[in-house]
């Protein structure tokens, strides 16, 4: 008997607002930029990317490729997009 696999997007799963908090609270937690920048744009694509881009005045496929698993997003445009879905970047003291 074979299996058939299918392709999984984490962003279907992505159906509320906390959904996406406790997803990019998790990929906060890793620490690794890469990861954080992928997750944001899980976060993105599941709100909607062509969304995101109007709400942040940046180009579509700008937002695909800074936010992908190889992307380098600018700090600016992170912040902007964390805006358009409604989340806060904050600080702590480490420990904490």
Same mark, same amino acid.
């Given at each position: !008997? ?21 997803? !990019? ?14 997750? +944001? ?36 445009? !992170? +912040? ?17």
């Amino acid at each position: !008997m074979t299996e058939t696999l299918h392709a999984y997007d984490p962003a279907e799963a992505l159906t509320s607002d906390e959904a996406a908090d406790l997803f !990019m609270k998790d990929a906060f937690e890793t620490r690794d930029a890469g990861y954080i920048a992928h997750a +944001l744009g899980v976060a993105a694509r599941a709100r909607g990317m062509s969304r995101i881009a109007e709400e942040t005045g940046l180009a579509r496929e700008a937002l695909y490729r800074s936010l992908a698993n190889d992307g380098n997003p600018t700090l600016k445009s !992170m +912040l902007a997009v964390m805006q358009a879905l409604g989340l806060e970047l904050t600080s702590k003291r480490a420990g904490t």
